[in-house]
């Protein structure tokens, strides 16, 4: 019992409530269907955790359910736009972020979604997430293999296989709330579990020579061996970049990225490392051809933020307007957008524009009370004064 509820550790909160629910509700399946029959339990078990979901949305962190239903929304719109195809493995983020700055672009910037809407990453629901980015057909695909996977679970609840059953439960209510897919560690073990408790009950039409299998298990372990050495060579490489980059060596932290790049340019931490690190060393025009190279898989506010600054100084005001107002739009709460605009519009002489901006900085609420927020209020309020 404990080992099932092992995956609640990395699930968040309130998923991983309704996990260990679902948990605890299969390890007595068995005993509950013996003495009340199967449909009442199933009816029974459904009631209950349609009323533990409203209360945990309506009374535990509901300023985040409301984040959540914003963000499930604008996740289902993306699907309804990309449903056929996808948006292509990996790339939610940016098509996602964008969506979202679409939105604020023609909404409120200080109503209660606004301050509550972030950079996104995740669907919140692995199904819609697989759907968005892999089309109808990979929604479908992995619809069904839940459903394969989920009968396994009951078919084999009062087995020696229970336990497996037991860690798989979780992880699909997981998948309801979260996003414990993106997980390599929960996706390893999730595969390895779904292997053992489907293994008896799905029948191939045509059965596969035992060469085939050692082959494919061989390679397969091949690749994994590869991948995970280029993955940790690369992460020995942005580590040895940053230590450079913070003994003030950043011709070489640069010289170490360029090394890492092909391999980590999905890797969100990675790519906003090496533009701030050229940013920095006044390479501008490499920032920018380096945005557009990760951009299609990785997109938040801070990278639109740097390359309106590098378009800024560049000069070309309409580029730099472009992402100065997307880093805005995908988190409408930031004050310092607001003054990054204001400024941006004095310097390029319209006064009007920029005592605007100065305005919504005022008007904003501010989300979290810090003396740099009172300070960027402060300095919008000088601009209004000095200015009338």
């Given at each position: ?267 969100y931490s990675f790519t906003i490392f090496y533009l701030e690190l050229l940013y920095e060393t006044n390479r501008l025009t490499g920032a920018i051809r380096w945005f557009n190279e990760f951009h299609p898989y990785h997109c938040n506010q801070t990278a639109h933020s740097k390359i309106a600054r590098c378009y800024d100084e560049l000069g070309n005001f309409k580029l730099a307007e472009e992402h100065y107002l997307e880093s805005l739009y995908i988190t409408p709460h930031l004050l310092q957008s607001r003054i990054d605009l204001m400024n941006f519009y004095h310097r390029f002489g319209y006064t009007g524009k920029a005592k605007t901006w100065a305005k919504k900085t005022i008007e904003c ?24």
């Amino acid at each position: 019992m404990v080992i099932s509820f092992g995956w609640i550790l990395i699930l968040e909160s309130r998923a991983a409530l309704l996990a260990s629910l679902a948990g605890l509700f299969y390890i007595m399946y068995p005993a509950m269907i013996k003495r009340f029959g199967k449909r009442k339990v199933l009816v029974i078990a459904i009631l209950v955790f349609i009323i533990f979901l409203v209360l945990f949305t309506s009374l535990i962190k509901t300023n985040s359910s409301v984040s959540r239903w914003f963000i499930l929304k604008n996740s289902v719109a993306l699907f309804k736009q990309n449903w056929l195809t996808g948006v292509g493995i990996g790339r939610f983020n940016p098509n996602y972020n964008h969506l979202q700055a679409e939105y604020f672009s023609n909404n409120s910037l200080i109503n209660e979604e606004a301050m509550l809407a972030n950079d996104g990453y995740f669907a919140f629901n692995e199904w819609l997430h697989i759907g968005i980015e892999l089309g109808i057909a990979g929604l479908l695909v992995s619809l069904l293999t839940s459903y394969v996977v989920l009968k396994a679970c009951f078919k084999n609840a009062d087995t020696q296989k229970g336990w497996a059953g037991a860690m798989l439960i979780p992880v699909f209510v997981g998948c309801m709330f979260s996003y414990p897919l993106h997980n390599l560690v929960i996706v390893g073990l999730t595969a390895f579990l779904t292997g053992y408790i489907t293994k008896d009950i799905v029948n191939l039409p045509v059965a596969i020579p035992g060469w085939l299998k050692t082959g494919f298990i061989s390679i397969s372990f091949l690749l994994f061996i590869i991948f995970s050495c280029q993955f940790f060579n690369n992460q020995r490489i942005l580590s040895k970049a940053k230590q450079s980059r913070k003994e003030g060596y950043k011709t070489e932290a640069i010289a170490l990225c360029e090394r890492a790049a092909p391999g980590l340019i999905k890797d969100y931490s990675f790519t906003i490392f090496y533009l701030e690190l050229l940013y920095e060393t006044n390479r501008l025009t490499g920032a920018i051809r380096w945005f557009n190279e990760f951009h299609p898989y990785h997109c938040n506010q801070t990278a639109h933020s740097k390359i309106a600054r590098c378009y800024d100084e560049l000069g070309n005001f309409k580029l730099a307007e472009e992402h100065y107002l997307e880093s805005l739009y995908i988190t409408p709460h930031l004050l310092q957008s607001r003054i990054d605009l204001m400024n941006f519009y004095h310097r390029f002489g319209y006064t009007g524009k920029a005592k605007t901006w100065a305005k919504k900085t005022i008007e904003c609420p501010i989300k979290i009370e810090t003396e740099r927020a009172y300070y960027l209020g402060k300095k919008a309020r000088e601009y209004l004064a000095a200015h009338q």
